[in-house]
């Protein structure tokens, strides 16, 4: 069996959930402290993707990064590199899809953090980074955690955009959802089978463990 | 270690307009919730912005809005004390004082230093949700203490404790405050805390300081309504001028005569425990006992001039053995008790 659609799935997911994370938070971060109107506006845009069919964009990305297109066609004059039907087309398809999940967690988990606690570090001249980092991150960890493990597991079922912009060829650009649909397609029962179970096996794991950190910090918690 | 601030900010309706002063004493800033007492400490630290104004601490300008000034928090040198301390959670008690140590070198000692000064060593590795009020309370102080910072701010430091506790770590405040020598702010809307642990006082209302001074003089003259009723004054009502020193007050169906001259006062007030029993003189009422309400101990008498059957009662604290039961009774309002009140 070749194990190519797993390493590439996960590569692709991996990567994204990265860059996702950090964009991610960073966005809740100045967005909740942006003016009423512009956090309206960049809340909607930004969130789109979530209820945006995949198909819609996995359109849209071809819009701006096909070759004929602006950005594309600019990259591969500048750089002679093509924006899609490449393995790592599809981690602009992923992220663009799973940064609202990263966003909204990270933002509800920011919105319930104690801000005369940052105050209080703020008085006693610890700098803002350090802050952020030591005390705001640790206070929203589950939060942000739950959002992480989340993107992450949904990057990894992603289809519908990444086939558009990344394609299937096998060895190539394969990732374990359109190699099931590939399988599917062509009949190939038994093979569609074993990636699905792969696929469900990777999700519970997931699953499990966010439930595990969920309840050590309950427990760590309740001791108060 | 002189601090001072002017500032004003708006904020929707409400408008703060502060001027303050202090000098390595402890000055309080006495109000009811909501008349600015917070904001203005959170404007010192620099964690609210005024619109306008000035602020400097021991020579430094922190704020100054004309010079475009306006230091961050962190360079401020000022120990802020939160109503709910404010402890990381995430961190031990020796890191959370960890943090309040200004500069590398030998952080280890001065933890170590403090802890044992707050009597905190057996609670050093310990989480703050794993502590007692009262340690939370010294673990917060530490922190400052520590951080060593130019001047104190202590924002309603006891609100969310019962009485007893209150006590108690108004007691460790005291000592933190005697540790620390230098000016110190403190905000809260007890009288009595406020009495104790500072020695000047100002009196807030609405976003201004009404009256300001040593904290014996504000509470014999708090010269307005809402000071009278802050300083625990129960009984306030409005006046009407019939002399330079003659008041009628129409509430208590009462004409009286005052200590000092009326000027613009417009309200008269006078503590329970400055009424006396009296035969005969000046401002004598012979009175109606209303009812008595028993405090734990002493009693509240609430009389009412024979004269005046519609007047609202007024309260006279008197002593459990002094009280021998009766219907009606002579009392004494002494004039130079008698408080005349701006609005």
Not at chain 1, 9 to 28: E, H, P
Not at chain 1, 77 to 102: D, K, N, Q
Not at chain 2, 240 to 259: C, F, I, N, Q, S
Request: aromatic letters at 8%; one cysteine or more.
């Amino acid at each position: 069996m070749d194990w190519f659609p797993l390493y590439n799935s996960l590569r692709i997911a991996g990567i994204s959930t990265v860059i996702i994370f950090f964009l991610g938070i960073f966005s809740a971060y100045y967005i909740a402290r942006a003016p009423r109107l512009v956090k309206g506006i960049l809340d909607v845009v930004l969130t789109m993707p979530l209820v945006l069919p995949p198909t819609v964009v996995g359109y849209l990305l071809l819009r701006v990064l096909g070759p004929k297109r602006v950005i594309g066609a600019w990259v591969l004059e500048t750089f002679g590199v093509r924006l899609t039907m490449t393995w790592w087309s599809a981690i602009f398809a992923t992220s663009v899809v799973i940064f609202p999940l990263m966003y909204r967690t990270a933002r509800g988990a920011f919105e319930a953090f104690d801000e005369t606690l940052a105050y209080a570090g703020q008085t006693l001249g610890l700098s803002n980074a350090y802050i952020f980092w030591r005390i705001r991150m640790p206070y929203c960890r589950q939060g942000i955690l739950a959002g992480t493990v989340l993107a992450f597991a949904r990057a990894l079922g992603e289809y519908g955009a990444t086939s558009m912009i990344a394609g299937y060829t096998p060895g190539r650009t394969a990732t374990i959802s359109t190699t099931v649909y590939q399988l599917w397609r062509t009949n190939d029962d038994a093979l569609a089978f074993k990636w699905v179970m792969i696929n469900m096996a990777i999700s519970a794991v997931v699953l499990l463990s966010v439930n595990m950190l969920e309840k050590k910090q309950r427990t760590g918690r309740r001791a108060a | 270690m002189a601090l001072y601030a002017d500032i004003e900010k708006r904020l929707g309706a409400f408008h703060l307009k502060v001027r303050l002063e202090a000098e390595d004493h402890v000055l309080a800033l006495l109000g009811a919730s909501g008349s600015g007492k917070s904001m203005t400490l959170k404007c010192i630290a620099g964690i609210e912005t005024p619109d306008r104004g000035r602020i400097v601490l021991d020579g430094v300008t922190l704020f100054d809005s004309e010079r475009r000034i306006n230091l961050a928090p962190q360079k401020r040198r000022v120990g802020y004390l939160f109503q709910q301390y404010a402890l990381f959670p995430n961190m031990t008690v020796a890191q959370n004082i960890a943090c309040g140590v200004r500069g590398g070198g030998k952080k280890d000692a001065r933890v170590r230093e403090m802890l044992a000064a707050m009597r905190l060593d057996d609670a050093a590795n310990k989480k703050p949700y794993q502590l007692s009020g009262g340690q939370q309370q010294r673990v917060a102080l530490a922190r400052i203490l520590v951080n060593e910072p130019d001047v104190m701010l202590l924002d309603e430091p006891f609100s969310a404790l019962d009485s007893h506790l209150r006590f108690q770590l108004e007691g460790e405040v005291r000592s933190a405050i005697r540790r620390f020598g230098k000016t110190v702010l403190l905000v809260s809307h007890n009288r009595d805390e406020v009495y104790r642990l500072s020695d000047r006082i100002a009196i807030m209302r609405a976003g201004r300081i009404e009256t300001v001074g040593e904290k014996a003089a504000v509470f014999a003259d708090p010269k307005t309504r809402s000071g009278a009723i802050l300083t625990g004054c129960k009984n306030v009502a409005r006046l009407e001028k019939r002399g330079e020193r003659l008041a009628y007050v129409p509430d208590w169906g009462m004409t009286l005569h005052t200590g000092a001259d009326i000027g613009e006062a417009a309200s008269i007030g006078i503590r329970m425990h400055d009424i006396h029993p009296a035969r005969e003189g000046r401002n004598v009422q012979r009175c109606a006992v209303v009812e008595v309400i028993e405090n734990p101990f002493s009693l509240t008498v609430m009389l009412r001039p024979i004269d005046a059957p519609q007047a609202v009662p007024i309260g006279w604290e008197v002593e459990k053995g002094a009280w021998t039961g009766a219907d009606e009774v002579s009392v004494c309002l002494p004039p130079e008790n008698i408080l005349l009140l701006r609005e």
